[in-house]
Structure formats: structure tokens, C-alpha cells
Nanobody, 129 residues
Framework: EVPLVESGGGLVQTGGSLNLSCAAS????????IGWFRQAPGKEREEVSC????????YYTLSVKGRFTIRSGNAQNTVYLQMNSLAPEDTAVYFC??????????????????????WGQGTQVTVSS
């Protein structure tokens, strides 16, 4: 059983929108920090956005601020990443990750250097020009 499953990726034109989902299996996101990351071809994985279910804080990397929105679902086992005004440079495989019992705000954890407890397998987002 895969603990985290991403969905919602696809092909969209520049300026379009996608809503990615990160669903937990076998646990809920109660008292977790959840992050979205992406990796474009030939590039390193980078952080996109994170949310803490403990205090509700969020963090966005500068390149997506104002265009992407991270939110928790009502069922506490899904986190969404609403992506608007997509551009070709947003093309990447998008991954979600989770870490239990966050003490600090989401910003503290939102890095690929942090030791996340679990990762999903990714969903492809392709933005055509």
C-alpha cells in the first residue's frame, strides 16, 4: 500500500489551471506538515509549497506565490495544490511529502533538505506554450 498518492496532473496550456491532490493511505494528516515539491527534467527537486496541519501555516516558494494555493481537505487525509496561471516553467513531476508532529511553522520544514517521513510517487504536470 502506497502511503501517499498524488493525482490531478496532466497537460494544460499556458495560463491554465490544475488542482493536484495528495491523498494519505492508512493515516490522516492530523498533526503533520505536508509539502509539495517538483522536479523538472535535468533539474534538482525543489520545494513548491507546504502546510502545517498543526497551526495552519503555509509557505510558498517565490516563483509560485500568488498563483498556487495549498489547502487541507475536509477529510484530513488529503491536501490540495491549486495551480493557476500556469506557465511552461511549471512543467515538472510534482511530489507530495509528509512529516509527523511539526513543532515549527510550515516555512521551517519546506525544504528538500528536510528529512520527510514519506514521499509520494509523483504526478506529471506539463504546460504547453
Amino acid at each position: 500500500e502506497v502511503p501517499l498518492v498524488e493525482s490531478g496532473g496532466g497537460l494544460v496550456q499556458t495560463g491554465g489551471s490544475l488542482n493536484l491532490s495528495c491523498a494519505a493511505s492508512g493515516f490522516t494528516f492530523d498533526d503533520y506538515v505536508i509539502g509539495w515539491f517538483r522536479q523538472a527534467p535535468g533539474k534538482e527537486r525543489e520545494e513548491v509549497s507546504c502546510i502545517s496541519s498543526r497551526d495552519g501555516t503555509t509557505y510558498y516558494t517565490l516563483s509560485v506565490k500568488g498563483r498556487f494555493t495549498i489547502r487541507s481537505g475536509n477529510a484530513q487525509n488529503t491536501v490540495y495544490l491549486q495551480m493557476n496561471s500556469l506557465a511552461p516553467e511549471d512543467t515538472a513531476v510534482y511530489f507530495c511529502a509528509a512529516a509527523a508532529s511539526p513543532y515549527f511553522s510550515a516555512r521551517y520544514y519546506c525544504s528538500t533538505n528536510y528529512e520527510w517521513d514519506v514521499w509520494g510517487q509523483g504526478t506529471q504536470v506539463t504546460v504547453s506554450s
